[in-house]
């Protein structure tokens, strides 16, 4: 299972026997996402202002269940305040509707629709927030791929992310479909740079430990080791 919430799901629903179930969590390739110089590049290339933070959701607009409609309303009670540039990023037959929501909201300046991209890594790099506000969630490769890059992160406390992410230790957990809580964190690092940086850090520092691909391999060695000797037994 890719996280122990998956695991226990499994168990319940499907009557798999816990001790026959392994968390093989899902990992990245640090390599691609090590913070660098260029984040001015690319905010250039895309057009933002090199003054203003960015917030950043990585998802399909298939349907509501990521928190696009949730940040867009969150960036909306923030305008005036807390200005935010976002990038969404990822397609999705919801894409227009969420387009049309921002302008209603005045954000059709601010909300930056990407549609599918094949390079996500650089995008991290214009990135000074990221943020994940699903309703429901296994394990998202893109929260780890952002904390990988080194940014703080905001995610629903659902699922396997929870497993993930440590509140106020290398990130931010708000309860779902909470617009009024993701505003409060987005203004809380807005307003604590210090505190940004350092959940930045942890967050890096966790994906190292925990989440790379060397990581992955040796556990899922473990696993195959495990079934061998009880085979062979």
């Known amino acids: 299972a890719v996280s122990g919430g998956?695991?226990?799901?499994?168990?319940?629903?499907?009557?798999?026997?816990?001790?026959?179930?392994?968390?093989?969590?899902?990992?990245?390739?640090?390599?691609?996402?090590?913070?660098s110089p260029e984040s001015l590049k690319v905010r250039e290339?895309?057009?933002?202002?090199?003054?203003?933070?960015?917030?950043?959701?990585?998802a399909r607009l298939d349907h509501r269940a990521k928190g696009h409609l949730e940040l867009i309303q969150a960036l909306a009670l923030l305008k005036d305040r807390h200005p935010l540039h976002a990038l969404m990023v990822g397609g999705g037959r919801r894409q227009e509707e969420m387009r049309e929501l921002a302008a209603s909201l005045g954000l059709q300046d601010k909300v930056h629709f990407l549609g599918n991209r094949r390079d996500v890594p650089v995008l991290l790099q214009a990135m000074d927030i990221f943020v994940l506000p699903s309703h429901n969630e296994g394990v998202s490769l893109a929260v780890l791929e952002a904390m990988a890059a080194g940014l703080p992160v905001i995610v629903s406390a659902v699922g396997g992310l929870p497993e993930i992410v440590q509140h106020e230790e290398n990130g931010l957990l708000i309860p779902p479909k909470d617009v009024e809580a993701l505003a409060r964190s987005l203004a809380r690092l807005r307003e604590n740079p210090d505190l940004a940086r350092k959940l930045g850090k942890k967050a890096r520092e966790h994906i190292e430990a925990h989440y790379s691909l060397e990581r992955m391999g040796q556990v899922a060695n473990a696993a195959y080791d495990e079934l061998v000797q009880n085979k062979l037994g």
């Open 45 to 58: 290339e895309l057009g933002l202002p090199p003054d203003q933070p960015v917030v950043g959701l990585v």
């Open 6 to 35: 998956v695991g226990e799901y499994v168990h319940q629903h499907c009557g798999t026997d816990p001790a026959k179930i392994r968390v093989l969590y899902n990992a990245v390739d640090l390599v691609p996402l090590q913070k």
